[in-house]
């Protein structure tokens, strides 16, 4: 089974920049995550896609951050204008409830690092 | 809310050792699942164990084990015979509940804890 693919691996840009990440999960899971990890910290929830429906999105930052998941299979997550504080590493996950499976249906990509200067 | 602490920012252990991370959490559902994920310096998310609320009996993966107290709102991870490659970062994390349909709600991590191993 192919694991969630994520692009680009790292990414460097200046602030007030805009950015965006992509990723497309397992096929078959509806369910996708955005999660914000900063440096020494635990991920963070930015937003939840059920399909192609937002499930939460309690913890993004609007004004500046958007995503978008077209046809329920690959999701963007844009960041414009970019901060410094938004530095970190941006992981995608996708879930089906599968209790079967050893990682209890999720599963993460490898994220993407950003550094903003 | 769900929320999860880890009150050990750094641990340290001899190789071929056993070490236990704490974890405690905070919810007010009666069905939950508690995770532990190993995040070397590469980055990616690795799946250690699972434990679900209604579980009697404390799950175990290998050299991993999970201590669930579920009175005391605990899921300490115990690594056993510890390796060298076990140096990382390790979050504890707990599933929301249920999206709807054949999907699970989000997770929520702790602050992690960073193991060292020492040879």
């Known amino acids: 089974e192919a694991g969630v693919a994520q692009s680009p691996r790292y990414k460097i840009i200046e602030k007030r920049q805009s950015v965006a990440f992509w990723c497309n999960p397992i096929s078959g899971h509806a369910t996708l995550y955005w999660y914000q990890q900063i440096l020494g910290q635990g991920p963070k929830l930015l937003i939840q896609?059920?399909?192609?429906?937002?499930?939460?999105d309690s913890q993004l930052p609007k004004d500046r951050f958007s995503a978008e998941r077209l046809k329920g299979v690959d999701s963007t997550l844009k960041i414009q204008p970019a901060k410094l504080e938004d530095s970190a590493v941006y992981l995608c996950?996708?879930?089906?409830?599968?209790?079967?499976?050893?990682?209890?249906?999720?599963?993460f990509g490898s994220g993407t690092r950003l550094t903003v200067v | 809310a769900q929320k999860i602490t880890q009150t050990q920012p750094g641990m340290f252990v001899q190789e071929k050792e056993a070490v236990t991370l704490d974890c405690t959490y905070d919810t007010s559902d009666q069905s939950y699942g508690l995770f532990w994920y190993k995040q070397p310096s590469s980055g990616e998310m690795i799946f250690l164990i699972y434990?679900?609320?209604?579980?009697?009996q404390n799950a175990t993966e290998g050299r991993y084990s999970l201590n669930f107290q579920k009175a005391r709102k605990s899921a300490n991870l115990v690594i056993s015979a510890s390796q060298l490659g076990d140096s990382a970062m390790y979050f504890c994390a707990m599933r929301g509940p249920n999206a709807g349909g054949t999907s699970y709600g989000k997770l929520t991590f702790g602050q992690g804890t960073i193991l060292t191993v020492h040879p």
């Open positions: 896609f059920q399909n192609n429906g937002v499930v939460d």
């Open positions: 434990q679900g609320s209604y579980d009697e």
């Open positions: 996950a996708s879930s089906l409830r599968d209790y079967t499976t050893r990682n209890y249906g999720y599963t």
